[in-house]
């Protein structure tokens, strides 16, 4: 076996300064117990504040020190987000057993020996595995041993020992425990007093001593729990962490928020969660609601909702943080709150399941669609979906009414079809259809058409544009459509050239003399760009 052990020691206090607006972050900062300092930023060591002073003294040294409460929930919040990112590596995820009390409640397990070979090693999946945590902005201790409880207690110490702490087997995990106190264990730190006046504080300490009289002096559960430690005695299986099929995720703000900045300040903090909740099971993000809950007093009047509803959805779904973030920002830009708002909820039950899309050396079909698809949503969430807008080809013949304008749909770039093999079973209906249409847009076209087609003056029966005479290059291509709405146009359409070369599209009526005096002659329809 091969465990690995997540210990965030500073949770709490980062979980309150996260949600902090960013020009707060820097100022002297503390977290308080019941009534003393438990941890604290480097401004406000600056200052003179350590963890273990009173809230008066700290006040004093600094009187401009934000002081933050422990919230349990948000604590929750962020340490299942770290064993969702764990459960990206294993299916085998558990919190650290409650008898110890000074790495349980903010440390996470992982058992990795079946994963290693998946990941290229141990040293890869730990370097991915950093890389992941990186996304929480948390810091994060880590350590290895081949006993969940052995690598739960290097965890704990590996910042106090001068960084990581890994053991290959339980020889070497024997080792490392030498140096390592036995306040970090459930039944050392009920001893402890006892242990430390006799000189004993360590793991090395207490195993040169005989062990039955280490038995009489201290019983049988501090021998117990050293031994499952170290690998002597079997470790009960401990409870698999499940990932939830609906994610949702809560912050409380600290100030009230109004501004699009502000909002996606504390958004950001839910989108990180979120990220590591897809990637846990190889999803994808599809859609996802931000909901922005306004203050209480404003909502009792009742023209004021409880909550104002954002919903992103993607047209392809991502697990791109900064694509989330930029989609977000833009429809935020847009939004209008009707108060204020102090807490932001995430909600999320749209995903993709399956393997996420490899990255590429260069650039292919779909990399060039991806990056379509984005620029489209970046498009419709800053200008509306209704302004972005696609030409789609008509079943008419006529250029006027061969296409119209509608908003693009979220599936609009499709990957391309796979070419059916004439006389292929199951060929599909719409097969016909699809060449007919590619040969159509195939055809010699230009994209820009006059909005009304301009009357040409002729010289010999030859048209001319502004007074030069045109070479008609190709030509005719006859188009005779619209006896079912209009009176049927019945027109050849040449392409010509003018004397510096640009070429523009031309038609005259097939029969002139079957059509009214205004609409004989030449005109000009379009020009090739």
Request: contains cysteine.
């Amino acid at each position: 076996m091969l465990w690995i052990a997540l210990h965030l020691p500073r949770l709490s206090f980062e979980s309150w300064l996260a949600v902090l607006p960013p020009d707060q972050r820097e100022q002297p900062a503390a977290l308080m117990g019941a009534r003393e300092v438990l941890l604290c930023n480097a401004a406000a060591q600056q200052l003179g504040v350590q963890p273990g002073l009173q809230r008066v003294t700290a006040l004093t040294l600094a009187p401009q020190l934000l002081l933050g409460r422990i919230d349990p929930a948000r604590d929750w919040q962020a340490l299942t987000s770290v064993a969702h990112v764990a459960l990206a590596f294993t299916p085998v995820v558990c919190w650290a057993d409650v008898s110890e009390p000074a790495a349980a409640p903010h440390t996470v397990l992982l058992q990795v020996q079946a994963s290693l070979r998946c990941f290229g090693g141990f040293d890869a999946l730990l370097q991915r595995l950093r890389a992941a945590l990186l996304l929480l902005n948390c810091t994060v201790q880590l350590a290895s041993a081949p006993t969940a409880k052995g690598a739960a207690v290097l965890a704990c110490w590996a910042d106090s020992a001068g960084g990581e702490r890994h053991a290959a087997d339980l020889s070497q995990l024997e080792g490392l425990l030498d140096a390592t106190p036995l306040w970090l264990i459930g039944a050392g730190r009920a001893q402890w007093d006892m242990l430390d006046s006799m000189g004993l504080g360590t793991f090395g300490a207490l195993r040169r001593l005989p062990r039955q009289a280490l038995l009489r002096r201290f019983g049988p559960a501090l021998l117990d729990e050293i031994d499952t430690v170290r690998g002597a005695r079997c470790e009960p299986s401990p409870a698999w962490i499940t990932l939830p099929e609906i994610f949702e995720a809560r912050i409380e703000l600290q100030t009230c928020a109004d501004t699009t900045d502000q909002l996606l300040h504390g958004a950001q903090l839910l989108i990180a969660p979120l990220l590591a909740w897809a990637r846990a099971q190889q999803a994808r993000v599809r859609r996802y609601t931000l909901f922005m809950h306004h203050e209480r007093h404003r909502r009792q009047s009742g023209e004021i909702p409880a909550a104002t509803e954002l919903s992103i959805a993607l047209a392809e779904a991502s697990c791109d943080a900064a694509h989330l973030s930029l989609l977000l920002r833009e429809r935020l830009a847009h939004l209008s709150l009707p108060a204020p708002t102090l807490e932001l909820r995430l909600h999320c039950d749209d995903v993709v399941r399956g393997s996420p899309l490899s990255a590429e050396l260069f650039t292919s079909a779909r990399g060039e669609r991806e990056g379509l698809i984005r620029l489209i949503e970046r498009l419709q969430a800053r200008l509306g979906a209704q302004q972005v807008q696609r030409l789609r080809p008509m079943a008419d013949h006529r250029p006027q009414c061969d296409g119209a304008l509608d908003a693009v749909p979220a599936d609009a770039v499709a990957p391309a079809a796979p070419i059916a093999r004439r006389g292929a079973p199951g060929r599909p209906a719409t097969l016909e259809g699809e060449r007919c249409t590619a040969q159509a847009v195939s055809a010699s076209r230009p994209v820009w058409l006059l909005g009304e087609p301009q009357r040409l003056s002729e010289r010999q029966s030859r048209p001319l544009l502004d007074g030069q005479p045109l070479q008609l290059l190709c030509g005719p291509e006859r188009i005779e459509a619209g006896w079912w709405d209009a009176p049927l146009a019945g027109r050849d359409y040449f392409i010509a050239q003018t004397p510096d070369g640009a070429l523009v599209w031309l038609y005259r009526a097939r029969l002139p003399l079957s059509v009214a005096e205004d609409a004989q002659g030449w005109f000009l329809h379009g020009r090739f760009g």
